[in-house]
């Protein structure tokens, strides 16, 4: 009998990246809600299950979904929840219950006063049989008996006993378990086409023996076979056991060529990598171990510095991060703020990675540190004093050669040459990078090349580091960047990776999609109202949630945004508190907590006097403010600080990381809501746990100069809360409490208290259950 295609349509599901190309991201112990449109032809009831298994697994787990359309009832949705760090596969089963439809015609008739029910009787008791054939074939023997028992009563009963009967608990449950899915369709990324198969399918019997009834069970409907499914394994053993043809002769010797590989980018079923915990919510402190003690006439090494991680820890953050520390390459070494002449004793640039002359374990490149800072025991110390503070350490993982690099000399194929031979120093005109060499990823020996950059991250995995920022990953290809974390993440499936490309939106995206856990974004020169709401909008609420996710940097070495020039002491509590309350996942480079804003070029631009066009300049066109650079940036030189400086904002700092860490809703990234208020220069955001069991308001001017003043509507239903209800607001940043009433309130901002952080809850029946009396 020729097999039927099934009926059921399911389609239009989400979240799917690039139709399943790539993986969407969730952590440990998220929740993921796929949504789908599911049909069929006809007047049956549909049933559909949400699947899901970690890859490599047979076994799927599953749960039902419920129609969410309460109108033409196509959009189903469903819920499941990962808990471990691995890669996930899920899909969708559909099909027509045909005993529900029956349930639901046979209450329709008896309910109209039709008494000649014998046909529709023995129908129902036909499919209660049939649960009971599945139920004993798995081997469910009570339950079989229970519903052998039930059919039969079904069969025997009338109609009044049988409407009873097919609607009660027991009959439901069972149904439900052993329902016949053998018409059932499952979800794929790239199903075979329909026609294609009904043409392939040999009849298994003459045309006039393969009338069929409708309903009919296993083993007539098209099944796009799995991996582990018999159709599949019958597939796989038939390849393997081609038998050989014996009439053909025996043809000449042809010359053997190696078959072309296959690329195969679309799973089968759709994926979630599911991340640890610290993908989802972390908070970053950069600095150069070279400058750990503050000192400006020599640099320090890994043993200096537990008091740089010691006072991060007390600020609050979890995850150090290191510029390179790699040796530093002489030839061409760059001076004080760029300068083409290094002076004697200066100490270089961490990015011109590579000193094959000085006496390094192994060679003086990527897999090394630079002597001046330790040793490899030096470094494996200090992780581990990292560690034991709960916190971890976050490699630069920067793909730069000096001419000095044991690269040129043992691999000078790896790098661009020039006609005359040379090869080609890096630039970004006008600048110029003499002291580095970019590689060739396109080179001849290019599999050879990607292997080995592969293996300097394993190198460093292995020795307890488990984070990576990549520096300027748009620069390299996007097939080289899937291939090396794919690598990497199924040795270290915990190994995280920041992409710091500021480049264009769609190169950004892509690098996400291709495997970086994290993402710098353009929130450095997002400061007006309307390019904030725009931007963040477009990163936690459209598909792009589902793949990238925003680490927030309000300063890098590499940028000094002019807000922070102008703006002074306020303006650094503005960025601070946008950075750890927009995103989960924020970080700061040292000398942001003492508000260090001395630039490179700033131009003499009076910014108070019309702060909108001053933020519209920070957005658009900054270099009319100044160049977005630090003078004497610690990237050329050590650098000389007081760690606690006067007007540094440190305990700022610390209080918005408790915060984030006291409240769950600032833990997430899909759940901002932008809300309103008529000031142009005031920010108005909420955050909220689905169970609103938490729920933060954030109001932030956006003026670092004057005072400003706010109403703002407070969205007291989608708290489920009525209109006229009083409920409490306690200012988490400032300690102060308040009693709001409705949706209309006040707020107040000046450039010393710049920002609002409120924890909102509902009011209770006595002053003792307000926070000052626990």
Same mark, same amino acid.
């Given at each position: 009998?020729?097999?039927?295609?099934?009926?059921?349509?399911?389609?239009?599901?989400?979240?799917?990246?690039?139709?399943?190309?790539?993986?969407?991201?969730?952590?440990?112990?998220?929740?993921?809600?796929?949504?789908?449109?599911?049909?069929?032809?006809?007047?049956?009831?549909?049933?559909?299950?949400?699947?899901?298994?970690?890859?490599?697994?047979?076994?799927?787990?599953?749960?039902?979904?419920?129609?969410?359309?309460?109108?033409?009832?196509?959009?189903?949705?469903?819920?499941?929840?990962?808990?471990?760090?691995?890669?996930?596969?899920?899909?969708?089963?559909?099909?027509?219950?045909?005993?529900?439809?029956?349930?639901?015609?046979?209450?329709?008739?008896?309910?109209?006063?039709?008494?000649?029910?014998?046909?529709?009787?023995?129908?129902?008791?036909?499919?209660?049989?049939?649960?009971?054939?599945?139920?004993?074939?798995?081997?469910?023997?009570?339950?079989?008996?229970?519903?052998?028992?039930?059919?039969?009563?079904?069969?025997?009963?009338?109609?009044?006993?049988?409407?009873?009967?097919?609607?009660?608990?027991?009959?439901?449950?069972?149904?439900?378990?052993?329902?016949?899915?053998?018409?059932?369709?499952?979800?794929?990324?790239?199903?075979?086409?329909?026609?294609?198969?009904?043409?392939?399918?040999?009849?298994?019997?003459?045309?006039?023996?393969?009338?069929?009834?409708?309903?009919?069970?296993?083993?007539?409907?098209?099944?796009?076979?799995?991996?582990?499914?018999?159709?599949?394994?019958?597939?796989?053993?038939?390849?393997?056991?081609?038998?050989?043809?014996?009439?053909?002769?025996?043809?000449?010797?042809?010359?053997?060529?190696?078959?072309?590989?296959?690329?195969?980018?679309?799973?089968?079923?759709?994926?979630?990598? /599911?991340?640890?915990?610290?993908?989802?919510?972390?908070?970053?402190?950069?600095?150069?171990?070279?400058?750990?003690?503050?000192?400006?006439?020599?640099?320090?090494?890994?043993?200096?510095?537990?008091?740089?991680?010691?006072?991060?820890?007390?600020?609050?953050?979890?995850?150090?991060?290191?510029?390179?520390?790699?040796?530093?390459?002489?030839?061409?070494?760059?001076?004080?703020?760029?300068?083409?002449?290094?002076?004697?004793?200066?100490?270089?640039?961490?990015?011109?990675?590579?000193?094959?002359?000085?006496?390094?374990?192994?060679?003086?490149?990527?897999?090394?540190?630079?002597?001046?800072?330790?040793?490899?025991?030096?470094?494996?110390?200090?992780?581990?004093?990292?560690?034991?503070?709960?916190?971890?350490?976050?490699?630069?993982?920067?793909?730069?050669?000096?001419?000095?690099?044991?690269?040129?000399?043992?691999?000078?194929?790896?790098?661009?040459?020039?006609?005359?031979?040379?090869?080609?120093?890096?630039?970004?005109?006008?600048?110029?990078?003499?002291?580095?060499?970019?590689?060739?990823?396109?080179?001849?020996?290019?599999?050879?090349?990607?292997?080995?950059?592969?293996?300097?991250?394993?190198?460093?995995?292995?020795?307890?580091?488990?984070?990576?920022?990549?520096?300027?990953?748009?620069?390299?290809?996007?097939?080289?960047?899937?291939?090396?974390?794919?690598?990497?993440?199924?040795?270290?499936?915990?190994?995280?990776?920041?992409?710091?490309?500021? !480049?264009?939106?769609?190169?950004?995206?892509?690098?996400?999609?291709?495997?970086?856990?994290?993402?710098?974004?353009?929130?450095?020169?997002? *400061? #007006?109202?309307?390019?904030? #709401?725009?931007?963040?909008?477009?990163?936690?609420? !459209?598909?792009? =949630?589902?793949?990238?996710?925003?680490?927030?940097?309000?300063? !890098?070495?590499?940028?000094?945004?002019?807000?922070?020039?102008?703006?002074?002491?306020?303006?650094f509590i503005i960025r601070a508190v946008l950075a750890a309350t927009l995103?989960?996942?924020?970080?700061?480079?040292?000398?942001?907590?003492?508000?260090?804003?001395?630039?490179?070029?700033?131009?003499?631009?009076?910014?108070?006097?019309?702060?909108?066009?001053?933020?519209?300049?920070?957005?658009?066109?900054?270099?009319?403010?100044?160049?977005?650079?630090?003078?004497?940036?610690?990237?050329?030189?050590?650098?000389?600080?007081?760690?606690?400086?006067?007007?540094?904002?440190?305990?700022?700092?610390?209080?918005?990381?408790?915060?984030?860490?006291?409240?769950?809703?600032?833990?997430?990234?899909?759940?901002?809501?932008?809300?309103?208020?008529?000031?142009?220069?005031?920010?108005?955001?909420?955050?909220?746990?689905?169970?609103?069991? *938490?729920?933060?308001?954030?109001? /932030? =001017?956006?003026?670092?100069?004057?005072?400003?003043?706010?109403?703002?509507?407070?969205?007291?239903?989608?708290?489920?809360?009525?209109?006229?209800?009083?409920?409490?607001?306690?200012?988490?940043?400032?300690?102060?409490?308040?009693?709001?009433?409705?949706?209309?309130?006040?707020?107040?901002?000046?450039?010393?208290?710049?920002?609002?952080?409120?924890?909102?809850?509902?009011?209770?029946h006595s002053e003792k259950d307000f926070d000052y009396y626990l």
């Amino acid at each position: 009998m020729i097999p039927r295609p099934p009926s059921v349509v399911i389609e239009a599901l989400s979240p799917l990246v690039e139709g399943g190309r790539y993986p969407i991201k969730r952590a440990i112990g998220e929740d993921i809600v796929v949504e789908t449109d599911v049909f069929k032809d006809g007047h049956d009831i549909v049933l559909a299950v949400l699947k899901w298994r970690k890859k490599g697994h047979h076994r799927w787990h599953e749960t039902p979904m419920q129609c969410i359309d309460p109108y033409n009832k196509d959009r189903w949705s469903g819920v499941f929840s990962v808990f471990e760090n691995a890669v996930y596969e899920y899909t969708i089963e559909a099909w027509g219950d045909y005993f529900r439809s029956w349930q639901h015609e046979f209450q329709v008739k008896f309910e109209a006063g039709l008494t000649e029910l014998t046909s529709e009787i023995l129908e129902g008791a036909s499919f209660v049989g049939r649960a009971a054939k599945l139920a004993q074939d798995q081997g469910q023997k009570r339950d079989a008996e229970r519903l052998v028992v039930l059919s039969d009563k079904v069969r025997e009963g009338n109609p009044e006993t049988v409407n009873a009967l097919a609607h009660s608990p027991e009959m439901e449950a069972l149904m439900t378990a052993y329902a016949d899915r053998s018409e059932s369709a499952e979800y794929l990324l790239n199903p075979p086409p329909v026609a294609k198969l009904i043409a392939l399918s040999a009849p298994s019997a003459p045309l006039e023996n393969a009338a069929a009834p409708a309903r009919k069970g296993a083993g007539n409907v098209i099944a796009f076979p799995t991996e582990s499914s018999p159709a599949g394994k019958k597939g796989a053993a038939s390849k393997k056991k081609k038998p050989a043809t014996v009439a053909e002769p025996k043809a000449a010797a042809a010359p053997v060529v190696a078959p072309e590989p296959e690329f195969h980018f679309t799973p089968r079923y759709p994926q979630v990598y /599911v991340d640890r915990p610290r993908a989802n919510f972390s908070q970053w402190y950069e600095f150069f171990p070279r400058s750990a003690e503050g000192r400006g006439d020599k640099g320090s090494t890994f043993r200096d510095c537990l008091p740089r991680v010691d006072d991060a820890r007390a600020m609050g953050f979890d995850v150090i991060y290191f510029p390179p520390i790699h040796p530093i390459g002489i030839t061409a070494r760059k001076g004080k703020n760029n300068a083409v002449n290094c002076q004697p004793g200066e100490p270089g640039v961490p990015y011109a990675i590579g000193n094959r002359h000085q006496k390094c374990p192994n060679g003086g490149g990527h897999k090394d540190v630079a002597p001046e800072l330790g040793t490899l025991e030096d470094f494996g110390w200090l992780v581990k004093e990292i560690h034991a503070r709960g916190m971890e350490v976050a490699l630069d993982f920067a793909l730069n050669c000096s001419p000095d690099h044991p690269y040129v000399h043992e691999h000078p194929d790896w790098f661009y040459k020039r006609p005359d031979g040379t090869i080609k120093y890096a630039e970004n005109p006008p600048k110029k990078y003499q002291d580095v060499y970019p590689l060739n990823y396109h080179n001849a020996d290019w599999r050879t090349l990607w292997d080995e950059l592969t293996s300097v991250i394993e190198f460093w995995c292995e020795h307890g580091v488990r984070i990576f920022r990549v520096d300027n990953p748009h620069t390299k290809p996007v097939a080289f960047w899937e291939y090396l974390i794919g690598r990497v993440q199924a040795r270290f499936p915990d190994a995280l990776f920041l992409s710091e490309a500021f !480049t264009r939106p769609k190169m950004m995206k892509v690098l996400a999609k291709a495997g970086f856990t994290h993402s710098y974004t353009y929130f450095t020169w997002r *400061n #007006t109202k309307e390019g904030l #709401t725009k931007y963040f909008t477009e990163i936690t609420q !459209t598909e792009c =949630s589902e793949y990238m996710r925003p680490n927030l940097w309000p300063n !890098t070495p590499d940028i000094l945004p002019s807000f922070l020039q102008f703006g002074g002491r306020s303006a650094f509590i503005i960025r601070a508190v946008l950075a750890a309350t927009l995103s989960p996942v924020y970080g700061i480079y040292s000398g942001f907590e003492l508000c260090e804003n001395l630039g490179l070029d700033k131009k003499p631009w009076d910014a108070a006097s019309n702060v909108g066009h001053f933020l519209h300049l920070c957005d658009n066109d900054y270099k009319q403010l100044a160049k977005e650079e630090y003078l004497d940036s610690e990237k050329y030189q050590w650098k000389q600080r007081d760690w606690n400086a006067p007007g540094n904002i440190k305990e700022i700092i610390t209080r918005l990381n408790r915060i984030r860490h006291e409240n769950r809703a600032l833990q997430q990234l899909r759940n901002l809501q932008f809300q309103r208020t008529e000031n142009d220069l005031v920010l108005y955001y909420s955050k909220m746990t689905a169970a609103r069991d *938490n729920i933060i308001l954030v109001v /932030v =001017s956006l003026d670092p100069f004057h005072f400003q003043d706010a109403y703002i509507d407070v969205p007291v239903d989608q708290f489920g809360w009525v209109e006229d209800q009083q409920y409490q607001v306690h200012d988490l940043l400032n300690d102060e409490r308040y009693l709001w009433t409705g949706r209309r309130n006040f707020v107040r901002l000046h450039p010393d208290k710049p920002a609002h952080v409120f924890r909102v809850r509902r009011k209770t029946h006595s002053e003792k259950d307000f926070d000052y009396y626990l």
